[in-house]
Nanobody
């Protein structure tokens, strides 16, 4: 059974950091493009960052300066390091396998001012 399970979300003060993890199970994701998306209340889901099998990365607007995506293919895990968090980063964050269109269940990140 294919699963993408996110962890590491929660409540943080503005200026703080969080590291999200996405553990993939039921398949090997090393050859897949993986990514993080987020959806804030009342807004459309948007790309945060993606990473190709060769580690080429792509970031959404205004994300690159503060967020870093990486992957550990030996652990079948995707990461998102988020620094200098702002209240507008508050959203549900989703892990996605862009190659196979799998989605994680999402986890809440709340940044207080």
């Amino acid at each position: 059974q294919v699963q993408l399970v996110e962890s590491g979300g929660g409540l943080v003060q503005a200026g703080g950091s969080l590291r999200l993890s996405c553990a993939a199970s039921g398949y090997i994701f090393s050859a897949h493009v993986m990514g993080w998306y987020r959806q804030a209340p009342g807004k459309q889901r948007e790309l945060v960052a993606s990473i190709a099998p060769g580690a080429t990365t792509n970031y959404g607007d205004s994300m690159k300066a503060r967020f870093t995506i990486n992957r550990d293919n030996t652990e079948n895990t995707l990461y998102l390091q988020m620094n200098s968090l702002k209240p507008e980063d508050t959203a549900v964050y989703y892990c996605r396998d862009l190659t196979r269109q799998y989605w994680g269940q999402g986890l809440q990140v709340t940044v207080s001012s």
